[in-house]
């Protein structure tokens, strides 16, 4: 599953979030690398909660 980082900072609710360490996260994300780093896991964790509450 691929996320824009429009979509994500949205979804994760981190607007004011850096668009490169935005970027950085997705990327692991989208490798499920996502526990390489606390900080990409945690928007990580955050963002597929929000995506499984609204579909």
Do not use: T, W
């Not at 607007?15 to 690398?33: G, S």
């Amino acid at each position: 599953m691929i996320y824009s980082v429009p979509v994500f900072k949205h979804y994760a609710q981190i607007d004011k979030m850096n668009d490169q360490v935005v970027k950085v996260a997705l990327f692991l994300l989208n490798k499920r690398f996502v526990k390489v780093g606390h900080i990409y896991y945690s928007i990580a964790e955050c963002v597929k909660s929000k995506i499984n509450e609204e579909y």
